[in-house]
Protein backbone atom coordinates (compact mmCIF):
# COMPACT_ATOMS: atom_id res chain seq x y z
CA UNK A 1 0.00 0.00 0.00
CA UNK A 2 1.16 3.61 -0.87
CA UNK A 3 1.50 6.41 2.39
CA UNK A 4 -1.23 8.31 2.74
CA UNK A 5 -0.70 12.19 2.77
CA UNK A 6 -2.10 13.62 6.40
CA UNK A 7 -2.72 17.04 7.71
CA UNK A 8 -2.27 18.24 11.24
CA UNK A 9 -3.45 20.86 13.28
CA UNK A 10 -1.43 21.39 16.24
CA UNK A 11 -2.46 23.88 19.51
CA UNK A 12 -1.36 24.85 23.15
CA UNK A 13 -1.92 27.33 25.46
CA UNK A 14 -0.26 25.81 28.76
CA UNK A 15 2.57 25.32 30.08
CA UNK A 16 6.11 26.61 27.95
CA UNK A 17 3.94 26.41 24.32
CA UNK A 18 6.95 26.55 22.46
CA UNK A 19 8.34 23.83 23.94
CA UNK A 20 4.69 21.86 23.74
CA UNK A 21 5.01 22.63 20.06
CA UNK A 22 8.06 21.79 19.39
CA UNK A 23 7.91 17.80 21.32
CA UNK A 24 4.86 17.25 19.52
CA UNK A 25 6.14 18.44 16.00
CA UNK A 26 9.48 16.08 17.13
CA UNK A 27 7.15 12.85 18.05
CA UNK A 28 5.39 13.29 14.57
CA UNK A 29 8.81 13.53 12.75
CA UNK A 30 9.69 10.09 13.50
CA UNK A 31 5.99 8.82 12.73
CA UNK A 32 5.80 10.45 9.32
CA UNK A 33 7.86 11.02 6.58
CA UNK A 34 8.72 14.10 4.20
CA UNK A 35 7.24 16.67 7.26
CA UNK A 36 6.53 20.40 6.39
CA UNK A 37 5.73 22.59 9.09
CA UNK A 38 3.97 25.87 8.88
CA UNK A 39 5.06 29.08 10.63
CA UNK A 40 4.03 29.79 14.38
CA UNK A 41 0.69 31.44 14.93
CA UNK A 42 -0.49 33.46 18.17
CA UNK A 43 -4.18 32.73 18.10
CA UNK A 44 -7.15 34.00 20.50
CA UNK A 45 -9.33 31.11 22.16
CA UNK A 46 -12.41 29.67 20.86
CA UNK A 47 -15.36 28.54 22.46
CA UNK A 48 -14.20 29.05 25.74
CA UNK A 49 -12.45 32.50 25.72
CA UNK A 50 -11.63 32.74 29.31
CA UNK A 51 -7.92 31.51 28.95
CA UNK A 52 -4.76 32.15 28.00
CA UNK A 53 -3.58 32.69 24.39
CA UNK A 54 -2.69 29.80 22.03
CA UNK A 55 0.21 28.88 19.84
CA UNK A 56 -0.90 27.00 16.42
CA UNK A 57 1.06 25.67 13.58
CA UNK A 58 -0.11 22.98 10.98
CA UNK A 59 1.85 20.06 9.82
CA UNK A 60 1.61 17.65 6.40
CA UNK A 61 3.37 14.62 5.66
CA UNK A 62 3.06 10.86 4.79
CA UNK A 63 2.07 7.77 6.73
CA UNK A 64 1.87 3.86 6.49
CA UNK A 65 -1.00 3.92 8.90
CA UNK A 66 -4.49 4.35 8.97
CA UNK A 67 -6.80 7.24 9.83
CA UNK A 68 -7.66 5.71 12.92
CA UNK A 69 -3.70 4.12 13.71
CA UNK A 70 -2.63 7.79 13.31
CA UNK A 71 -5.52 8.98 15.76
CA UNK A 72 -4.25 6.62 17.97
CA UNK A 73 -0.60 7.87 17.74
CA UNK A 74 -2.33 11.35 18.30
CA UNK A 75 -4.14 10.66 21.40
CA UNK A 76 -0.37 9.36 22.94
CA UNK A 77 1.76 12.19 21.79
CA UNK A 78 -1.04 14.53 23.50
CA UNK A 79 -0.98 12.33 26.64
CA UNK A 80 3.00 12.46 26.81
CA UNK A 81 2.50 16.32 26.59
CA UNK A 82 0.59 16.25 29.86
CA UNK A 83 -2.79 16.94 27.81
CA UNK A 84 -5.93 15.85 30.18
CA UNK A 85 -9.60 16.84 28.63
CA UNK A 86 -11.64 18.61 31.43
CA UNK A 87 -13.33 21.21 29.46
CA UNK A 88 -14.15 21.22 26.44
CA UNK A 89 -12.34 23.78 23.89
CA UNK A 90 -10.64 24.72 27.21
CA UNK A 91 -7.11 25.05 27.82
CA UNK A 92 -4.22 22.72 27.58
CA UNK A 93 -0.57 21.71 26.73
CA UNK A 94 -0.94 20.19 23.41
CA UNK A 95 -3.70 19.18 21.34
CA UNK A 96 -3.28 17.75 17.70
CA UNK A 97 -6.35 17.11 15.29
CA UNK A 98 -5.91 15.14 11.98
CA UNK A 99 -7.41 17.79 9.52
CA UNK A 100 -7.42 15.56 5.89
CA UNK A 101 -5.96 12.34 5.04
CA UNK A 102 -5.73 10.26 1.58
CA UNK A 103 -3.60 9.26 -1.08
CA UNK A 104 -2.70 11.37 -3.97
CA UNK A 105 -4.05 9.38 -6.89
CA UNK A 106 -7.06 8.34 -5.53
CA UNK A 107 -7.72 11.43 -3.60
CA UNK A 108 -8.81 12.71 0.00
CA UNK A 109 -10.68 10.66 2.42
CA UNK A 110 -13.95 11.64 3.46
CA UNK A 111 -15.23 9.76 6.61
CA UNK A 112 -17.12 9.93 9.63
CA UNK A 113 -17.10 7.76 12.84
CA UNK A 114 -17.95 8.03 16.64
CA UNK A 115 -14.11 8.50 16.73
CA UNK A 116 -13.25 10.43 13.83
CA UNK A 117 -14.45 12.56 11.74
CA UNK A 118 -12.10 13.61 8.15
CA UNK A 119 -12.04 16.14 7.40
CA UNK A 120 -12.07 17.77 10.65
CA UNK A 121 -15.71 18.70 11.07
CA UNK A 122 -14.85 22.76 12.06
CA UNK A 123 -11.52 22.98 9.69
CA UNK A 124 -13.35 25.38 7.12
CA UNK A 125 -14.51 27.70 10.28
CA UNK A 126 -11.37 28.25 11.94
CA UNK A 127 -9.12 30.64 11.42
CA UNK A 128 -6.04 29.20 13.62
CA UNK A 129 -6.20 26.36 11.82
CA UNK A 130 -6.44 27.55 8.31
CA UNK A 131 -4.21 29.98 8.43
CA UNK A 132 -1.31 27.90 9.05
CA UNK A 133 -2.74 25.19 6.69
CA UNK A 134 -2.59 28.11 4.25
CA UNK A 135 0.96 28.18 4.11
CA UNK A 136 1.38 24.89 3.45
CA UNK A 137 -1.18 23.75 1.08
CA UNK A 138 -3.08 26.47 -0.45
CA UNK A 139 -4.19 24.94 -3.38
CA UNK A 140 -5.74 21.38 -1.69
CA UNK A 141 -9.01 21.01 -2.58
CA UNK A 142 -11.53 20.38 0.81
CA UNK A 143 -13.07 17.24 -0.39
CA UNK A 144 -16.70 17.98 1.00
CA UNK A 145 -17.17 21.61 0.32
CA UNK A 146 -14.97 22.02 -2.83
CA UNK A 147 -12.67 25.04 -2.28
CA UNK A 148 -9.32 25.07 -2.02
CA UNK A 149 -7.59 25.97 1.57
CA UNK A 150 -6.51 29.16 0.42
CA UNK A 151 -10.02 30.04 -0.50
CA UNK A 152 -11.46 29.06 2.57
CA UNK A 153 -8.41 30.76 4.50
CA UNK A 154 -9.37 34.31 2.72
CA UNK A 155 -13.36 33.65 3.62
CA UNK A 156 -12.30 33.14 7.42
CA UNK A 157 -10.03 35.72 7.78
CA UNK A 158 -7.40 36.10 9.78
CA UNK A 159 -8.73 38.14 13.02
CA UNK A 160 -6.99 36.70 16.05
CA UNK A 161 -4.02 34.93 14.30
CA UNK A 162 -0.96 36.34 13.82
CA UNK A 163 2.60 34.97 12.98
CA UNK A 164 4.74 34.58 15.50
CA UNK A 165 8.07 32.90 14.40
CA UNK A 166 8.90 29.56 12.56
CA UNK A 167 10.80 27.92 15.23
CA UNK A 168 9.37 24.45 14.10
CA UNK A 169 11.65 24.55 10.92
CA UNK A 170 14.63 25.65 12.63
CA UNK A 171 17.46 23.02 11.85
Known sequence: MNNAWVALSLGTNLGPRERNLKMATDELKNLLENVRCS?????????YADQPLFLNAALVGYTKWSA???????LDIEL???RTRSIVNGPRTI???LLLYGYE???LFVSQSSRLTVPHARLHERAF???PLNELIPEQIHPV???TIG???ERVGSKGVVQVSDILNAK
Do not use: H
Request: hydrophobic share 40%; aromatic share 2%; charged share 30%.
Open 39 to 47: PVYETVPVG
Open 68 to 74: DEILDRI
Open 80 to 82: KGG
Open 95 to 97: DID
Open 105 to 107: MRG
Open 129 to 131: VLQ
Open 145 to 147: LNQ
Open 151 to 153: ELA
